[in-house]
Nanobody
Framework: QVQLVESGGGLVQPGGSLRLSCAAS????????IGWFRQAPGKEREGVSC????????YYADSVKGRFTISRDNAKNTVYLQMNSLKPEDTAVYYC???????????????WGQGTQVTVSS
């Protein structure tokens, strides 16, 4: 059974950090591009970052560039999203997803995790 499970979300103060994990079971993550997406209440799901399968090229939304870092540990079959200098506007449910193409377009990803809540508030 193909499954992605996110973890690491929580409540953090502005300026703080969190590291999200996306663990895969039932398939090997390094064969796929992995994207991180987020959805805030009342808003559409948007791409945050992605990492390609073959050469590990990374992409970031302008809103998180310089603050977030995506990485993968193939030995652990896990992709991470390190989030620093968090802002209240980063509050959302964060999802990871697997696809064939390294984009930040929701429709390009077919397998999704259940999401993890990130809340940035004082």
């Amino acid at each position: 059974q193909v499954q992605l499970v996110e973890s690491g979300g929580g409540l953090v103060q502005p300026g703080g950090s969190l590291r999200l994990s996306c663990a895969a079971s039932g398939f090997t993550l390094d064969y796929y591009a992995i994207g991180w997406f987020r959805q805030a209440p009342g808003k559409e799901r948007e791409g945050v970052s992605c990492i390609s399968s073959s050469d590990g090229i990374t992409y970031y939304a302008d809103s998180v560039k310089g603050r977030f870092t995506i990485s993968r540990d193939n030995a652990k079959n896990t992709v991470y999203l390190q989030m620093n200098s968090l802002k209240p506007e980063d509050t959302a449910v964060y999802y990871c997803a697997a696809g064939w193409v390294a984009t930040m377009t929701v429709a390009d990803f077919g397998s999704w995790g259940q999401g993890t809540q990130v809340t940035v508030s004082s």
